[in-house]
């Protein structure tokens, strides 16, 4: 059975000015026809199929995902090729994407300081440990309980892997301690979490599906875009009858007065990070 790659699998990325980029894609062809017959010359069943300009350099698309010798011919032939320049031509890098992980067996109660985890604690840890050696992460890790009544969290992680996985299959299933515990690397799906609409801006539904006919706004709850909250409330509006006189706040400048959290009522506005609901998106409870 034919077995097709994904095009975004099948690529090679290399980074050079604008200028350079149309100057390599006019003989596009005759590249092609070498960049073959130096992987052939390594004995490498990668074959090119075609080049194409981009914003910020070229891409190769190949029939295989590349291994570090095809990168380095393929690297060798397009330096050789703009001699003059090619100190402005990058290593060619395969296409990054991310992969989803969580660690479980960490406990919820940090052993060290008798209180919740911290996620400082966890970028430490994932700093330190040795399994985590040039690996990147896309974003912050999230902190969850297993349940209500359990004393164990998961730590969701994402991170930047290339076409073959490599980093992934270097720590997944992997163990390693912490404190007296063992955790272990697992493979996840995706984890959203609890989603934030963007129209009344509550928690639990998305905006395609909300029920408010008209956009809320995020600073004040009031019935208008947010872009619009200077023109609607009151506290951006010049008073010169009260007590202390209040001036009107200039066009672009931020709003000076407090914003009150129309879910936590904390003192931000409805999609801070500061947000109680925030900080528990990824909850299970």
């Not at 062809?29 to 017959?37: E, M």
């Not at 992980?101 to 300081?113: A, N, Q, T």
């Not at 395609?208 to 006919?213: G, K, W």
Request: hydrophobic share 35%; glycine share 2%; net charge positive.
């Amino acid at each position: 059975m034919l077995s097709l790659l994904p095009s975004f699998l099948t690529q090679v990325i290399i980074l050079m000015n604008n200028k350079l980029a149309k100057k390599f894609i006019k003989n596009s062809s005759i590249h092609i026809v070498n960049i073959n017959h130096a992987l052939k010359n390594i004995w490498s069943n990668t074959i090119s199929d075609f080049i194409q300009a981009e914003d910020k350099g070229i891409t190769i698309t190949i029939n295989n995902i590349s291994s570090i010798s095809d990168l380095q011919e393929i690297e060798k032939y397009v330096k050789s090729s703009l001699t003059s320049d090619s100190e402005h031509v990058s290593t060619p890098r395969l296409p990054q994407s991310k992969s989803y992980l969580k660690i479980v067996g960490i406990p919820f109660i940090s052993e060290r300081m008798n209180t919740c985890i911290f996620l400082n604690e966890i970028k430490n840890i994932l700093k330190t440990n040795h399994l985590f050696n040039n690996i990147i992460l896309t974003s912050k890790p999230y902190i969850i309980k297993v349940s209500l009544k359990s004393d164990m969290s998961i730590i969701w992680i994402d991170i930047w892997d290339i076409q073959s996985r490599s980093n992934t299959k270097k720590i997944i299933n992997r163990y390693f301690n912490i404190g007296s515990f063992i955790a272990t690397v697992c493979r996840a799906n995706m984890n959203p979490g609890m989603p934030q609409c963007k129209n009344c801006w509550k928690w639990g539904h998305m905006a395609e599906v909300c029920h408010i006919q008209r956009s809320k706004c995020v600073k004040c709850n009031g019935p208008h875009l947010t872009k619009y909250y200077c023109h609607f409330t009151w506290c951006c509006k010049a008073n010169d009858k009260i007590n202390l006189p209040r001036l009107e706040t200039k066009k672009g400048e931020p709003c000076p007065y407090m914003f009150k959290c129309l879910n936590c009522k904390g003192d931000h506005q409805a999609n801070s990070n500061d947000c109680l609901f925030w900080k528990h998106c990824f909850n299970k409870e």
